[in-house]
């Protein structure tokens, strides 16, 4: 007799069950026979094939479930628990411990590294540089610390979004990062042996190393402790005695100028061993190395269609004469379409308002009077065609005129005072339009504009044309053109924008923290920069009353301010000690280039129509021509004399320069020719007036010419000095005794000039 087990209910998935016969033994009774049954053997139930997964590995399966089902705060907690657990899943003992006693969640890196990237960026761009410093090991040692406590996915989103800052200068490091994605590379990858058993070394001047930690401290808990703590485990951060070493700083500009080396603690600045030691990176940023954009601004695709289609119907109402382009031809050639223009910046850079009819109208008249300017061509040895120049002479002004400036459409003049007023006259004579009703017959061909309340020193008028003569648009006027705002600037500390229309104040814009000394509007208008007593470049917008742009590196106030054609860089140049010139980066604030020379206060700057040399003016009678995309001076133009050259304008090519001095002259340059020796003459004449050796009225014939430096001797006599004349001084034309203030060349290729007469001028000593 047999008993037949039951099915086990503990059998595996996967395993085949065959009943088997449990085994009995039946002891026999008086009664019954004896009987013995046949022992079974237990079952055997086949075990899986497969291995059983380690601890590592069920942990990261435990991790990808969280994240995939976004439990992220659970998912930080259950790292830290596992953290100090061995592959076994035992407690580590001391020795097996990892360096650092303080566990942090994955998630904290990212943040930690974003927080101090902040604070970096929005300091002192003095500090930039040398505080930068860390940022490179601090992603290095979060990356390898992420990818060790096998946050993958935590270190994959770690390194895409804080690689951008080093993809120029660590190509290969991040390269080599990107292979390192499990805990067993950190032991075998070369890169991060080197990076862990080495400490990594950080050069940081002795105040900003106080002011670093100092931060640190203070911000704990957003990013101090990790920054802390991977300085404290794996780098070494060397006070040095020197200046801050930043691309700009006057520690850079003299290491540059003196053609120094690096200091032995900044070779010394990395790891050890690598190939791409964080010295290499020092030395280049001693040199001008920011990539430039300096190709004229692309057109908004609307304006540009609006614009064509105008200008094809002019073409049909009024056919050009023979051998003269058409206006559409014309446009195309001053705008044109390319798929990838490498060296322009992008029109979303910067924002700026929608276009309208009146700059279709502007644009229009843009095209018509490039194809019919007076064409100056390129030439050699300084003789060109005469350029015509229209000079405007204030009389009666008692001295009080400090500045002056011409609207775009050479219907308007303005002049700041040293009483804080503000004129503006027409320049044909006729009555200026005013909107207000009470004004609507007022017959005045100038205005008073008052509100300052200290001299004033700039103005300067908005964009304008010549209004078109037909009528675009039926049944409606052509949209006004002429300059509707005037900007000005005071020793008050107010920047003030007023209405032509309404001949009022519309607003007054307040940052600078003392005197404003210069502004200079957008060559696409809308946006103004101005230049202050307080050594701060500010870049507005006509419709926000606080600065966009705060632009701060100069060491003393600044003198001048000009904008780069496309309107994405502008100039400042600083005076008394400074005496630099720097260009600026409008899309991101960034001084992206110093050009270093001036010995005296500069006094004026321009930037050529073709976006590629800068001029700039100093009060010793020199001009200098600058290479803008290498920061290197090209030559230096001698002639006018000492006292001051308060205006500089190019032509329309690019090739004369125009300049305008307190020593009564108007010259024109030729900017192709090489400034090669130079051609001294002696002024004796009594008046002490400019005469040109040599040089035809008309001025198409250079010629030598001489200002003299009047000395009164106790007999009342004058002792003329010599000037040198530098050979691409293409003619030189003199006032009286009229210092020019202002010059400016039309679009057309007219030199307008404008000035006070000062009769006692030639009589000072």
């Excluded at 979303?348 to 009077?369: F, L, N």
């Excluded at 040293?418 to 027409?426: F, G, K, L, P």
């Excluded at 001084?591 to 930037?607: F, K, M, N, Q």
């Excluded at 073709?610 to 009060?619: Q, V, Y």
Aim: charged content about 20%.
């Amino acid at each position: 007799m047999s008993n037949t087990g039951p099915p086990s209910a503990g059998g595996t998935s996967g395993a085949v069950f065959t009943p088997q016969q449990a085994p009995t033994t039946t002891t026999p009774g008086p009664s019954a026979p004896s009987m013995t049954t046949t022992a079974v053997p237990p079952p055997v139930i086949p075990q899986p094939t497969t291995t059983a997964p380690s601890n590592q590995n069920l942990n990261q399966i435990v991790t990808d479930y969280l994240l995939k089902k976004g439990y992220k705060r659970t998912e930080e907690i259950f790292r830290q628990e596992v953290k100090d657990l061995d592959e076994a899943g035992r407690p580590r003992t001391q020795s097996q411990s990892p360096a650092s006693n303080k566990v942090f969640p994955a998630g904290i890196y990212l943040s930690s590294f974003k927080h101090y990237e902040r604070w970096v960026d929005n300091g002192i761009d003095l500090y930039k540089f040398e505080l930068g410093k860390i940022m490179w090991p601090l992603l290095v040692y979060s990356y390898l610390r992420l990818v060790g406590q096998s946050s993958s996915l935590h270190a994959r989103e770690f390194l895409q979004r804080c690689r951008g800052r080093f993809e120029s200068q660590h190509t290969d490091e991040l390269k080599a990062l990107e292979l390192i994605t499990l805990s067993a590379h950190i032991r075998e990858n070369p890169m991060a042996k080197i990076y862990l058993e080495n400490r990594y070394v950080i050069p940081i001047n002795k105040s900003l190393t106080g002011m670093l930690f100092h931060y640190l401290e203070r911000e704990l808990e957003q990013c101090g402790a990790v920054v802390l703590d991977i300085i404290q485990q794996h780098c070494r951060v060397d006070s040095v005695d020197r200046g801050p070493i930043e691309p700009f700083s006057f520690e850079a500009i003299y290491r540059r100028a003196r053609n120094m080396d690096l200091d032995d603690v900044d070779i010394q600045e990395g790891i050890p061993g690598l190939t791409h030691r964080s010295g290499v990176a020092n030395r280049d940023i001693l040199e001008n190395q920011a990539t430039l954009k300096l190709g004229p601004l692309p057109m908004e695709g609307e304006l540009r269609d609006d614009v064509a289609a105008e200008l094809e119907e002019e073409d049909r109402i009024h056919p050009p004469k023979d051998g003269v382009p058409t206006l559409l031809d014309e446009f195309n050639a001053m705008h044109p379409i390319k798929k990838e223009a490498v060296d322009s910046p992008q029109r979303t850079d910067i924002p700026y308002p929608p276009s309208r009819a009146r700059d279709v109208v502007i644009e229009m008249q843009k095209v018509r009077e490039n194809r019919d300017r007076f064409r100056i061509e390129g030439r050699t040895g300084g003789a060109g065609p005469g350029l015509s120049v229209c000079m405007f002479t204030f009389h009666n002004h008692l001295g009080s005129f400090s500045c002056i400036d011409f609207s775009k459409d050479q219907l308007l003049v303005a002049v700041g005072t040293a009483e804080s007023y503000i004129r503006v006259w027409s320049l044909d004579g006729k009555p200026l339009k005013s909107r207000l009703p009470p004004e609507k017959d007022l017959k005045v061909n100038n205005r008073k504009l008052i509100g300052h309340s200290a001299p004033v020193y700039t103005v300067a008028f908005s964009d304008a044309i010549s209004t078109m003569d037909r009528a675009l648009y039926e049944g409606q006027p052509n949209p006004e053109t002429h300059s509707q705002l005037l900007l000005s600037c005071s020793a008050d500390g107010q920047v003030r924008l007023w209405s032509l229309d309404l001949w009022a104040c519309l607003c007054i814009y307040k940052g600078h923290d003392g005197p404003v000394t210069s502004l200079s509007w957008s060559p696409h208008g809308h946006y103004f920069v101005t230049g202050g007593w307080d050594k701060t470049v500010r870049v507005w917008a006509q419709d926000h009353a606080s600065a966009q742009r705060l632009l701060v590196g100069h060491d003393t106030p600044i003198s001048a301010v000009a904008w780069h054609p496309n309107g994405t860089y502008v100039f400042s140049a600083s005076d008394e000690t400074d005496k630099s010139i720097r260009m600026w980066s409008i899309a991101n604030g960034n001084c992206v280039r110093v050009y270093t020379g001036h010995t005296d206060y500069i006094s004026a700057l321009e930037c050529s129509p073709n976006g590629k040399i800068l001029a700039s003016a100093d009060i010793g009678g020199n001009i200098f021509l600058w290479d803008i995309d290498k920061a290197t001076r090209i030559k230096r133009c001698r002639g006018h004399g000492r006292g001051g050259i308060w205006s500089l304008s190019f032509g329309v090519e690019s090739t004369v320069l125009v300049s305008g001095g307190q020593d009564n002259t108007v010259r024109v340059w030729d900017v192709e020719m090489p400034a090669e020796g130079s051609r001294p003459t002696n002024q004796q004449d009594g008046d002490g007036t400019i005469v040109a050796a040599g040089a035809q009225s008309d001025g198409k014939q250079a010629g030598s010419v001489a200002q003299s430096t009047s000395n009164t001797s106790s007999t009342g006599k004058k002792k003329g000095k010599e000037v040198m004349i530098t050979p691409d001084q293409i003619s030189a034309f003199a006032t009286k005794k009229t210092p020019v203030l202002k010059v400016q060349c039309t679009r057309m290729n007219l030199v307008i000039a404008g000035g006070c007469y000062y009769p006692e001028t030639q009589d000072r000593a």
